[in-house]
């Protein structure tokens, strides 16, 4: 038992600490995102001063969308689907506990609309992202099948890279699938992953097929 909780605290820091270094301005990150782990829970959070410029509210948001991007990557790096959700709202932690609407609401939202191994998007939050293209379209968001709005961590990679990453993870695929129990529910989380990924390298290829 020591040496499963011994291992999984060991994973769980090699997945921050990848994340992080990952971050493209990983000193700003480090001094301003705040991480707080309870049970099953990795909460990530950054305060949003009401006198802030709007290019700093627009850095902060982006910041967030960061290192949930790159820890998702680093965790899928250990054979680990994660969910979540973001939002914007009231928030308190200590050492000894963390409350507010914020926790609540993001709670609700990994629990009921995620579902599948995507860090859902609040409409509050959507406001603070830039768009990337004439139609109003967020940057590193993709809307999914059912309508939901979630972080497209695929969109933090540069080609070529972004291409050897996805073809590896769908490599890596079946050997995850192997060492985990053979569930319904895992895998229809993993068959979703696989679809994001095939559809993330359609997209980088010009592929429709």
């Known amino acids: 038992m020591n040496d499963e909780h011994d291992s999984n605290l060991y994973s769980m820091n090699y997945i921050l600490q990848t994340a992080f270094d990952m971050c493209s301005d990983k000193h700003l990150c480090k001094a301003e995102v ?9 909460v990530f959070s950054m305060e949003l001063p009401d006198d802030l410029t709007e290019p700093e509210r627009l850095a902060r948001g982006q910041n ?13 790096g250990r054979g680990i689907a994660t969910r979540g959700g973001i939002t914007i709202g009231t928030y308190f932690c200590n050492d000894i506990f963390v409350w507010g609407k914020a926790l609540l609401r993001a709670y609700k939202m990994e629990n009921t609309v995620a579902v599948y191994p995507r860090i859902v998007l609040d409409a509050n939050l959507l406001e603070l992202l830039p768009t990337r293209d004439d139609k109003g379209n967020k940057q590193h968001v993709e809307t999914d ?3 939901t ?9 540069t080609m070529p ?10 490599d890596d695929i079946p050997y995850i699938l ?3 129990k053979p569930d ?3 895998l229809q989380k993993w068959e979703w992953i696989r679809n994001y990924l095939e559809r993330g390298l359609s997209n980088a290829t010009g592929c429709n097929g």
């Open 161 to 170: 890279s972004r291409n050897e990453y996805i073809k590896r993870s769908l």
């Open 149 to 157: 709005v979630f972080l497209d961590y695929l969109s933090y990679f």
């Open 34 to 42: 705040k991480v707080k782990a309870f049970s099953d829970n990795i």
């Open 64 to 76: 967030v969308l960061e290192i949930c991007a790159y820890f998702q990557i680093a965790a899928f």
């Open 184 to 186: 319904e529910r895992v």
């Open 145 to 147: 099948a059912d309508g």
């Open 178 to 180: 192997k060492s985990v």
